[in-house]
Nanobody, 119 residues
Framework: QVQLVETGGGLVQAGGSLTLSCAPSGRTLSRYIMGWFRQAPGKEREFVALIGWRFGDVAYADAVKGRFTISRDNAQNTMYLQMNTLKPEDTGVYYC????????????WGQGTQVTVPS
């Protein structure tokens, strides 16, 4: 059974930066599409960013384009989300997820890490 573990959340002032990491335990996910999602209080979980496994193709939600950067190190079996110019509306629980290439099913999820940007 694969478990995804997120680290790096915390409290940061508006305009600041944080880097989240996600690493799977139990197996390597180098051939999976990896992604980040977030859920703000009282809202549904939403897509943030994803990265392909082979060529590193990326996609971002409009709300984070130009501020967040997703990356992965397949050798280290780790994915990252560099978040810059954070805003209060970025507050939420951030989840990493993994999806087999060629499917639309996010099969594996982490427990989430809290990011708080006070207004």
């Amino acid at each position: 059974q694969v478990q995804l573990v997120e680290t790096g959340g915390g409290l940061v002032q508006a305009g600041g930066s944080l880097t989240l990491s996600c690493a799977p335990s139990g197996r390597t996910l180098s051939r999976y599409i990896m992604g980040w999602f977030r859920q703000a209080p009282g809202k549904e979980r939403e897509f943030v960013a994803l990265i392909g496994w082979r060529f590193g193709d990326v996609a971002y939600a409009d709300a984070v384009k130009g501020r967040f950067t997703i990356s992965r190190d397949n050798a280290q079996n780790t994915m990252y989300l560099q978040m810059n110019t954070l805003k209060p509306e970025d507050t939420g629980v951030y989840y990493c997820a993994a999806r087999p290439t060629g499917t639309n099913s996010w099969d594996y999820w982490g427990q989430g890490t809290q990011v708080t940007v006070p207004s």
